[in-house]
């Protein structure tokens, strides 16, 4: 608070131009005075009635010769001081100036002179500081030079009285991965906090979670009630979330209190998966005692990582490892390959190789496993036989055969295969020069006609088994004849052929004469 006091002050000045020092004293009336060795001092001060000029707070001092000659120069001087410990404010003087006086210089510069009333706006006066004017002129006349200064000064009177303004502003942060697995909890942190100079009272903190975003306990909005925060204080809140579904997902969360106090920050997280493919390659026919190949590729469609990706062959048969690829490791009946983590869209390739000494079926179920990923599975069936190996041997029981002798030749059938052969037929043809005579085996023996002769079909060949037919031929014709034997088996493709060569000749007669 501010106070503002005004008072006033006159000082009066007489001078004589040899003038008696009673017509001075007349001049000066009932002012403060005193007149010494030519100099005449006047005064007034505050407060009043100052009889001493020491004992004013504030004093207006006027002082110049108390005698002048006429039309010599000299100067008189207005002071104004203040001896406060406070500023005085919006001190203005004023001088009127006395006719028969020529004024030659003042300083400082009247503000405003108006027919010899001279006034200066001084503005403030500092504590224990004075401010001085100084006036020069010449007297035209003698007589008694008389001049009145007046001063107007007030006084600033400071009151302070100090009112602490205070304010409740509360802030938010809300925090939230950028990316996370849909199967996986999402942390959110929600901080309070109180920036401001007053406590926040009833704070509470809401948020209303976005289609597809819940708390671990399913709720879909969050409702904390936070309670007072002194100035500077902060609490943080731990929420987990749950995604239902992927994608992206924005939202915002409020904290009110008391007074108006109200704060709110936004976040956002990126809901993704993994989505395996698996695909298994290998053959659904093959050979026993023979390798099988089988490789299995599985690759991440999804839009997240795939991590601790585990793929399994689970075989079920007698069926015999010999080299896994990609560091699989065996266990029991099972194949396993840790494959790590697939990015989207990465794939990866793993292989094994096994055999069989059995006949029969195996069954391979592959399946792929990740986290956050539905697991996939792959159904293989490979079918493992055996090959029927028949060898064919034919022997003659003599050779050569002379003309219209007869050679029986034996035909053998043995299955050195890992399976049984079904339905083995036998085809005989005879060389030009044989003619056929009869036959026995395994199976019937008959004549087709012509050089052709057939073995009734015998229906299994164990493996390991044998059969042996015989056919007995006449030589009619001489020369290197040959006996061919054509097979074919349900498991043959095509004929395997085996032929005997035998020496048909015709001995030369001599014609012998006793003598």
């Not at 819940?214 to 731990?238: C, H």
């Not at 915002?252 to 704060?263: H, I, V």
């Not at 054509?486 to 003598?515: G, R």
């Amino acid at each position: 608070m501010n106070r503002v006091l005004g008072l006033g002050l006159a000082a009066v000045l007489a001078l004589g131009a040899y003038a008696a020092a009673g017509e001075s004293a007349a001049a000066m009336g009932a002012a403060n005075y005193k007149e010494s060795k030519n100099v005449i001092y006047s005064w007034a001060g505050f407060p009043g009635p100052a009889k001493d000029p020491s004992t004013a707070l504030v004093l207006l001092e006027k002082k110049g010769p108390a005698e002048v000659v006429v039309g010599d120069t000299f100067a008189y001087q207005i002071q104004v001081s203040n001896r406060t410990s406070s500023d005085v404010i919006a001190v203005s003087l004023e001088d009127v100036i006395p006719g028969g006086f020529a004024i030659e210089s003042i300083e400082p510069k009247p503000t405003s002179d108006a027919g010899g009333k001279f006034t200066w706006d001084l503005g403030s006066i500092p504590a224990k500081s004075a401010k001085l004017i100084t006036i020069c002129g010449r007297a035209l006349q003698t007589g008694c030079l008389a001049s009145t200064a007046r001063a107007k000064v007030n006084f600033e009177l400071a009151v302070p009285l100090v009112t602490r303004v205070l304010q409740c502003n509360i802030t938010l942060s809300k925090t939230l991965p950028s990316i996370a697995d849909v199967c996986e909890v999402i942390p959110m942190t929600l901080t309070v906090q109180n920036c401001g100079s007053y406590p926040a009272t009833n704070v509470c903190i809401t948020d209303n979670l976005p289609d597809g975003l819940l708390t671990e306990d399913g709720k879909s909005e969050i409702r904390i009630a936070v309670g007072s925060l002194a100035p500077g204080a902060a609490k943080t809140f731990n929420v987990n979330l749950k995604a239902s579904k992927t994608g992206e997902f924005t939202n915002t969360a409020t904290a009110s209190a008391d007074r108006n106090c109200y704060a709110q920050d936004s976040a956002t997280v990126k809901v993704t998966v993994p989505d395996l493919e698996l695909v298994a390659l290998g053959p659904i026919d093959g050979y026993i005692c023979t390798s099988v190949p089988y490789q299995v590729t599985v690759t991440n469609k999804g839009t997240a990582p795939a991590r601790d990706v585990i793929v399994t062959d689970s075989i079920n048969g007698n069926f015999k490892i010999e080299k896994i690829s990609d560091n699989g490791k065996t266990s029991r009946n099972n194949v396993v390959w840790n494959l790590g983590t697939l990015n989207p869209g990465e794939s990866r390739s793993v292989s094994l190789v096994g055999s069989s000494a059995v006949e029969g079926q195996i069954s391979s179920n592959f399946s792929v496993t990740a986290r956050c990923a539905s697991p996939k599975q792959a159904s293989h069936c490979l079918n493992l036989i055996g090959v029927p190996g028949v060898l064919t041997s034919l022997k003659d029981n003599c050779d050569p055969v002379i003309i219209n002798g007869q050679v029986t030749y034996t035909v053998t059938a043995t299955n050195t295969g890992s399976r049984d052969a079904t339905n083995l037929r036998y085809t005989i043809t005879l060389d030009d020069g044989m003619e056929y005579v009869g036959g026995s085996g395994a199976t019937a023996v008959a004549p087709l006609g012509g050089k052709a002769v057939s073995f009734a079909p015998l229906p299994v060949l164990a493996k390991g088994a044998t059969a042996t037919w015989t056919v007995t031929v006449k030589a009619t014709g001489t020369g290197d004849k040959r006996f061919r034997a054509d097979l074919l088996t349900n498991e043959l493709t095509s004929i395997v052929s085996k032929s005997e060569s035998t020496n048909f000749y015709e001995p030369n007669l001599a014609v012998v004469i006793a003598q």
